[in-house]
């Protein structure tokens, strides 16, 4: 072995003399953090020099080289898979290394002569111990593509600054506070900005090729989305949740009346649950538009199978076309009730004998109709406005109600799922839409009108205030 390996091996059993503790657990709370304190100290010298062996590991096993790359010789596909076997640790840390290391050693131009380093600075900071790999590889991977474009004299102030940050260290008053190394990396990502003033297209490309949107497979009765998407259609989308989620003091629908007898506050759905809702509310909108390609000459409504016999008898399941899972008769109510149905009747052999016309739908006008006079979700404290709302038959069409506005009333995608469990009561007086809260809501109380329209809220107000004027004794002569 080498006098370097040697020296090291007597520092590793020093160390582990040094460091034999008594229980930490008795430690005060100063001398724990001393030792933390301490121990990455140490820890910074170590792993300046990993990342060094590992720059000259991959640097002796460039491409160039063929055959006779070290990764090559000792039977490893790459510099990253030698160091992992080498050291024991993960890829992604040998690459990490690897990176640091490559940035920080110097170099050798083409005609022989020495030049220093990519990151001159980070490689003194490095090998000085002051600054650890965590903080160092945040700087380097920030900095790696402005330092191809900047100008050097910009690269190495900013360079010094993100060193400055991260060790505290600097020339008297301008001296910053040492920072962590994910503040660092807010710093060295605005320095980057900075630099490279075209700098967010190459990301642009990358990202145009990373994003993407897909349904995955179904699991406990819930299909998963995942996917990435360009910063300004997320930008979008937040704006649509955001506006749909606001505090319910701003939508000016609420009457006074209203807001006196429920606690509108009792919200009881999490953010995300909203935000789902809101989803359901934005593809129904759309799908309503008109202004998308049609499926077969049809709007892209869901196609949801069902047994006659089962919506009856208020069991069993549908299937709705698109997704692998059952959908429950709860929402197969919902989609009948709102999208409209068309009757199928197969023989036992599955084949069609009859076709009936679609039905149940509510027509655009019926539906300008109905939004005028109910102006949004019916359900006191919801804020869905009438564009995003579907139309409820309050007699279910099964028990003979009409498609007719008298019959149909404004709710949200989530009060019209859970119209029979929520204890919601809604009806139809006289052509007018009235509501009864839950008992727990509201105990003892009553039907009253409902109505999210201002016009008619204004209508009310002013009926109201001049049967008060009419019963109030005139002036004592
Ligand atoms: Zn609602």
């Known amino acids: 072995m080498t006098a370097v390996t040697d020296a090291l ?45 590992a720059g000259e590991v991959d640097e002796r096993s460039r491409v160039e080289l063929g055959s006779e790359r070290l990764s090559s010789r000792r039977g490893c596909r790459s510099a990253s898979e030698l160091i992992e076997r080498v050291t024991q640790a993960s890829g992604a840390e040998a690459r990490r290394r690897i990176t640091l290391g490559a940035a920080t050693r110097g170099r050798v131009g083409f005609t022989g002569e020495p030049l220093e380093a990519e990151f001159p600075g980070v490689a003194a900071a490095l090998a000085a111990g002051l600054l650890g790999a965590d903080a160092a590889s945040t700087i380097v991977r920030e900095l ?8 050097p004299v910009t690269l190495a102030a900013a360079e010094r600054e993100l060193i400055a940050a991260a060790t505290g260290t600097g020339d008297g008053a301008g001296t910053p506070v040492q920072c962590a190394a994910d503040e660092l990396r807010v710093q060295a990502q605005a320095w980057a900005v900075f630099l490279d003033q075209d700098g967010p297209e190459p990301d642009d490309d990358r990202a145009m090729l990373r994003r993407g949107l897909r349904l995955g497979r179904a699991r406990d009765g819930l299909i998963p989305i995942r996917g990435d998407l360009m910063p300004e259609v997320a930008a979008g989308l937040t704006r649509l949740f955001d506006a749909h989620l606001s505090p319910r003091s701003n939508t000016g629908f609420v009457t006074d009346e209203q807001a006196a007898h429920f606690d509108l506050s009792g919200e009881q759905r999490s953010t995300d649950q909203q935000r789902h809702d809101v989803l359901a509310a934005i593809i ?23 047994r006659a016999s089962d919506v009856a008898a208020g069991r069993g399941a549908g299937h709705a076309d698109g997704v692998e899972i059952p959908v429950s008769l709860r929402a197969v109510r919902q989609l009948i009730c709102t999208g409209g149905t068309q009757r199928v009747v197969l023989d036992d052999r599955g084949r069609i004998i009859e076709l009936g016309s679609q039905e149940r739908c509510f027509t655009p006008q019926q539906r300008r109709a109905i939004t005028l006079r109910d102006g949004g979700c019916l359900i006191p404290g919801c804020s869905v406005p009438a564009s995003w709302c579907e139309i409820h038959h309050v007699i279910p069409d099964v028990e003979g109600g009409p498609t007719h506005p008298d019959n149909g009333v404004l709710v949200c995608w989530f009060h019209h799922r859970s119209i029979d469990t929520s204890g919601w009561g809604i009806r ?6 009235q509501i009864r809260p839950p008992i727990w809501l509201d105990p003892g109380g009553g039907w009253r009108d409902a109505t999210k329209s201002p016009t008619r809220i204004a209508d009310r107000l002013e009926r109201r205030t001049r049967h008060r004027a009419e019963r109030r004794p005139g002036p004592a002569a």
């Open 144 to 151: 790696d593509r402005p330092r191809r474009v900047a100008d």
């Open 9 to 53: 091996e007597q520092v590793r059993s020093t160390l582990r003399e040094v460091l034999r503790f008594d229980d930490p657990a008795r430690w005060p709370d100063d001398e724990l953090l001393a030792v933390t304190a301490s121990i990455e100290a140490v820890g910074r010298v170590i792993d300046a020099h990993r990342a060094a062996c």
């Open 428 to 433: 139809m007086h006289h052509g007018v839409p």
């Open 284 to 306: 129904a909108t759309t799908a309503r538009s008109g202004q998308h390609p049609s499926i077969g000459g049809a709007p892209p409504t869901v196609l949801v199978s069902v």
